[in-house]
């Protein structure tokens, strides 16, 4: 896209915000699937937040498959509505739609995971700063183990996602620099339970089952979960035996924490919708274009951070 492009679509996008109705939006929704729990519960939250602004959700489910996020876009563009939202599964790939939703003057909201598109073709994107994360989750194993030797296993979230990108290389950046913390095995786990645990028990299986794995880095709790499960059928005590450091602070993975089989997660929070439909309200009303990225907080969670009442806290919030 030339610059010329780029700004023509800026100006058009900024044009038909003016004239947008303020209540009574349709906005559709391409959700990824239903990979895990916290995908369940931005699945629930952003329902619940269109119903409470009035806003008429169209939902679409993805399967995790990248050509049915696109159909469903295609969709949304044919029916007319006044946003899109987009979870997309991976970072690439996603230029043709977004053009095609930008020549629609449909304004498009990319919800905690990014593209490597040009900025210009969405209005802005929800997230949590994914690299941060991952760092967040290493700083924490460099302080646990305090220098002694410790053989990492990793297991990753979806290929070409960009948490999954972005999680590996923040986990790097914060064991960079000391030699007694080394990654010995990391494989896709596809952000599932079933996944998480398939590759774990290989894991456990290639290093002495288990007797050489000193921790355990998950892209997501629920692969945790998974994984937790495959520890204990191996006859080792997870959370001791090994140490496991994740993301996303799901309830299934506090009660681990509370039974002392799991040790640190990173939150992070379900509740993408709101500020995107915050950001659409706006620029529906006004034109007022939001900041390209609004992030949300990335909080460390240990066992000293009242697992079991955070398990209470969390367990009817739709995960
Ligand atoms: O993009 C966010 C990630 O996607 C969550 O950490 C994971 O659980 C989900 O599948």
């Not at 469903?72 to 029916?79: E, G, K, N, P, Y």
């Not at 064991?175 to 896709?188: M, P």
Request: with cysteine; charged share 25%.
């Amino acid at each position: 896209m030339t610059k010329l492009t780029m700004l023509t679509t800026v100006a058009v996008l900024t044009m038909s915000a003016t004239t947008a109705l303020a209540e009574g939006e349709t906005v559709g929704f391409s959700q990824i699937g239903s990979e895990s729990g916290w995908r369940a519960a931005e699945t629930t939250l952003t329902r619940q937040q269109a119903e409470e602004r009035g806003i008429q959700l169209q939902f679409s489910d993805a399967q995790q498959r990248q050509e049915n996020q696109i159909a469903a876009i295609r969709s949304f563009i044919a029916q007319g509505v006044d946003a899109i939202l987009l979870a997309p599964v991976v970072a690439t790939g996603w230029d043709a739609v977004l053009e095609e939703a930008a020549e629609a003057e449909i304004p498009v909201v990319l919800l905690d995971r990014q593209v490597d598109s040009s900025e210009d073709l969405y209005l802005t994107a929800v997230g949590s700063n994914l690299v941060h994360e991952g760092e967040v989750a290493g700083q924490w194993l460099v302080d646990e183990v305090a220098g002694e030797e410790c053989r990492i296993v990793e297991l990753q979230g979806t290929t070409g996602s960009s948490p999954a990108i972005d999680r590996k290389t923040g986990f790097e950046n914060a064991i960079a620099g000391h030699d007694n913390l080394e990654i010995v095995r990391s494989q896709t786990g596809d952000f599932t339970r079933a996944q998480g645990k398939e590759v774990m028990e290989s894991f456990l299986q290639a290093e002495n089952g288990g007797q050489d794995i000193c921790a355990l880095y998950a892209h997501n709790d629920d692969m945790a979960v998974g994984a937790i499960q495959a520890i204990k059928e191996a006859g080792l005590k997870p959370g001791e035996d090994i140490l496991i450091v994740s993301i996303d602070a799901v309830p299934d993975y506090f009660q681990a924490m509370a039974a002392g089989e799991a040790n640190a997660t990173v939150e992070l929070t379900p509740n993408m919708a709101g500020p995107a439909f915050d950001a659409l309200e706006a620029y529906w009303a006004d034109g007022t274009m939001p900041e390209k990225f609004i992030q949300t907080e990335s909080r460390l969670y240990t066992a000293a951070d009242d697992p079991a009442g955070e398990y209470e806290r969390r367990k009817d919030l739709g995960y």
